[in-house]
C-alpha cells in the first residue's frame, strides 16, 4: 500500500516556475516507477513526467519537455516536479501516480496503481 500526498501548486504568471513535491508513505516506495499527470477542465487526464525506480531514466511529454524535470529522493520518500517557464496552458489539477513496474515508464494513467488527491496549478497570462 502506498499513499501519496501533492503539495506546491498555486498561482503562477506566466513565464514563473512552481516546484511540485509528491510525498509517499509505505516502504515499497523504492521499487515503483512515479509519474505526473495533469487534468485541464474538460480534458482528459494527460501525462507530463516520470521517472524509474532508481532515477537513472526519465521520460516527458512533448510540450513540458525542456521546462520540466522530474527527480526522486529515495531516501525521503518523495517525487519532484521543477517546473519553469509556465505557460497558461500548463493550467490544471497536477497529479502524482506511482506503477508498479519499477524499471519501465508507462504514460498511459491506466497503468498507474496509485494516486495522490492531486494540487491545482494556475498559470495566469
Known amino acids: 500500500q502506498v499513499q501519496l500526498v501533492e503539495s506546491g501548486g498555486g498561482l503562477v504568471q506566466a513565464g514563473g516556475s512552481l516546484r511540485l513535491s509528491c510525498a509517499a508513505s509505505?516502504?515499497?516506495?523504492?521499487?515503483?516507477?512515479m509519474g505526473w499527470f495533469r487534468q485541464a477542465p474538460g480534458k482528459e487526464r494527460e501525462f507530463v513526467a516520470a521517472?524509474?525506480?532508481?532515477?537513472?531514466?526519465?521520460r516527458y511529454a512533448a510540450s513540458v519537455k525542456g521546462r520540466f524535470t522530474i527527480s526522486r529522493d529515495n531516501t525521503k520518500n518523495t517525487v519532484d516536479l521543477q517546473m519553469n517557464s509556465l505557460k497558461p496552458e500548463d493550467t490544471a489539477v497536477f497529479y502524482c501516480?506511482?506503477?508498479?513496474?519499477?524499471?519501465?515508464?508507462?504514460?498511459?494513467?491506466?497503468?498507474?496503481?496509485?494516486w495522490g488527491q492531486g494540487t491545482q496549478v494556475t498559470v495566469s497570462s
Open positions: 501516480a506511482a506503477s508498479r513496474a519499477g524499471g519501465v515508464i508507462y504514460i498511459t494513467p491506466e497503468s498507474y496503481y496509485y
Open positions: 509505505g516502504r515499497t516506495f523504492s521499487s515503483y516507477t
Open positions: 521517472i524509474t525506480w532508481s532515477g537513472v531514466a526519465t
